[in-house]
């Protein structure tokens, strides 16, 4: 069974910057696409950003693109968000999620449908 771990949440003036970080365990990570995914309470849980299993291939939300960064360490089994420029429309539950894929890069996956596991969330509140 794979588990995720989502840390580094918090709360950040408009403008700042946080590091999230999720942790695998149960599983072979170097299978896995990566993604990140964020929820206001009383929304849908919408994609923000993914990374496929060989790093070289990141995807990302246009609400978030250019200020956020999804990388990956395969020896840590950690996947990590940058999130920079930070903005009060960012406040949100950020949830890490995980599937397994083939090496051979088919596009990037963007749906809830298409990820097995998740982490338990952590809050992200950005005050203007």
């Known amino acids: 069974q794979v588990q995720l771990v989502e840390s580094g949440g918090g709360l950040v003036q408009a403008g700042g910057s946080l590091r999230l970080s999720c942790a695998a365990s149960g599983g072979t990570f170097s299978t896995y696409a990566m993604g990140w995914f964020r929820q206001v309470s009383g929304k849908e849980r919408e994609f923000v950003a993914t990374?496929?299993?060989?790093?070289?291939?990141?995807y990302y939300a246009d609400s978030v693109k250019g200020r956020f960064t999804i990388s990956r360490d395969n020896a840590k089994n950690t996947v990590y968000f940058q999130m920079n420029n930070l903005k009060p429309e960012d406040t949100a539950v950020y949830y890490c999620a995980a599937v397994v894929t083939s090496n051979y890069y088919t596009g990037p996956k963007t749906l809830r449908d298409e990820y097995n596991y998740w982490g338990q969330g952590t809050q992200v509140t950005v005050s203007s």
């Open positions: 990374i496929h299993r060989s790093a070289g291939r990141t």
